[in-house]
Protein backbone atom coordinates (compact mmCIF):
# COMPACT_ATOMS: atom_id res chain seq x y z
CA UNK A 1 0.00 0.00 0.00
CA UNK A 2 1.22 3.26 -1.05
CA UNK A 3 0.26 6.40 1.43
CA UNK A 4 0.20 10.10 -0.63
CA UNK A 5 0.93 13.21 0.96
CA UNK A 6 0.03 16.92 -0.52
CA UNK A 7 0.13 19.37 1.07
CA UNK A 8 -1.41 23.38 0.98
CA UNK A 9 -2.00 26.55 2.70
CA UNK A 10 -5.07 29.12 2.71
CA UNK A 11 -5.88 32.42 4.26
CA UNK A 12 -7.08 31.53 7.42
CA UNK A 13 -10.49 33.84 6.54
CA UNK A 14 -10.72 30.91 3.55
CA UNK A 15 -10.48 27.63 5.34
CA UNK A 16 -13.17 26.89 6.53
CA UNK A 17 -14.69 27.62 2.60
CA UNK A 18 -11.85 25.35 1.42
CA UNK A 19 -12.50 22.16 3.75
CA UNK A 20 -15.83 22.50 2.93
CA UNK A 21 -14.52 22.59 -1.10
CA UNK A 22 -12.16 19.52 -0.21
CA UNK A 23 -14.76 17.76 1.18
CA UNK A 24 -17.12 18.26 -1.63
CA UNK A 25 -15.23 17.78 -4.77
CA UNK A 26 -11.60 16.57 -3.86
CA UNK A 27 -12.94 13.60 -1.20
CA UNK A 28 -15.21 11.47 -3.71
CA UNK A 29 -12.53 12.32 -6.71
CA UNK A 30 -10.07 10.31 -4.59
CA UNK A 31 -12.42 7.84 -3.25
CA UNK A 32 -14.22 7.59 -6.90
CA UNK A 33 -11.01 6.37 -8.36
CA UNK A 34 -10.39 2.49 -8.60
CA UNK A 35 -7.41 1.07 -6.17
CA UNK A 36 -8.02 4.55 -3.85
CA UNK A 37 -7.96 2.83 -0.26
CA UNK A 38 -9.19 5.94 1.20
CA UNK A 39 -8.79 9.48 1.95
CA UNK A 40 -8.31 12.09 4.78
CA UNK A 41 -8.34 16.03 4.90
CA UNK A 42 -5.70 17.08 7.86
CA UNK A 43 -6.28 20.61 8.76
CA UNK A 44 -4.11 22.70 11.38
CA UNK A 45 -4.22 26.47 12.10
CA UNK A 46 -1.17 28.69 12.70
CA UNK A 47 -1.31 32.43 12.69
CA UNK A 48 -3.77 33.53 10.01
CA UNK A 49 -2.45 30.43 7.77
CA UNK A 50 -4.43 26.94 7.64
CA UNK A 51 -2.04 24.21 6.91
CA UNK A 52 -4.55 21.48 5.18
CA UNK A 53 -2.58 17.91 3.74
CA UNK A 54 -4.89 15.07 2.43
CA UNK A 55 -3.51 11.63 3.00
CA UNK A 56 -4.93 9.39 0.32
CA UNK A 57 -3.79 5.18 0.21
CA UNK A 58 -3.43 3.36 -2.84
CA UNK A 59 -3.14 -0.45 -3.50
CA UNK A 60 -0.54 0.70 -6.39
CA UNK A 61 1.36 3.01 -8.85
CA UNK A 62 -1.50 2.22 -10.97
CA UNK A 63 -3.78 3.49 -9.16
CA UNK A 64 -2.21 6.84 -8.44
CA UNK A 65 -1.74 7.37 -12.05
CA UNK A 66 -5.10 6.72 -13.18
CA UNK A 67 -6.00 9.41 -10.34
CA UNK A 68 -2.83 11.92 -11.00
CA UNK A 69 -1.44 11.44 -14.35
CA UNK A 70 1.93 9.56 -15.87
CA UNK A 71 3.98 11.41 -13.44
CA UNK A 72 3.22 9.59 -9.92
CA UNK A 73 4.75 12.71 -7.52
CA UNK A 74 3.10 15.45 -9.67
CA UNK A 75 0.12 17.17 -7.18
CA UNK A 76 -3.25 17.42 -8.70
CA UNK A 77 -4.88 20.52 -8.57
CA UNK A 78 -8.77 21.52 -9.17
CA UNK A 79 -9.67 25.00 -10.90
CA UNK A 80 -11.30 26.31 -8.10
CA UNK A 81 -7.85 25.87 -5.85
CA UNK A 82 -6.86 28.77 -7.47
CA UNK A 83 -9.34 31.11 -5.19
CA UNK A 84 -8.31 29.29 -1.87
CA UNK A 85 -4.21 28.25 -2.09
CA UNK A 86 -1.47 30.48 -1.46
CA UNK A 87 0.78 28.77 -3.49
CA UNK A 88 0.97 25.31 -5.62
CA UNK A 89 3.23 23.27 -4.39
CA UNK A 90 4.61 21.01 -7.45
CA UNK A 91 4.56 17.21 -5.60
CA UNK A 92 3.38 14.88 -3.19
CA UNK A 93 5.09 12.76 -0.73
CA UNK A 94 4.63 9.16 -1.09
CA UNK A 95 5.48 6.08 1.73
CA UNK A 96 5.42 2.71 1.59
CA UNK A 97 2.73 1.61 4.27
CA UNK A 98 4.75 -1.32 6.51
CA UNK A 99 2.06 -1.67 8.99
CA UNK A 100 -1.40 -0.50 9.36
CA UNK A 101 -3.65 -0.77 12.44
Known amino acids: MIARLWHGTTRLDRADAYSTF ?3 RAMPDYRG ?3 NLGAQVLRRDE ?3 AHFVTLS ?3 SEDAIRSFAGTDLLKAKYYPEDESYLLEFEPQCVHYEVRSAG
Open 33 to 35: TPG
Open 22 to 24: LGE
Open 57 to 59: YWE
Open 47 to 49: GDV
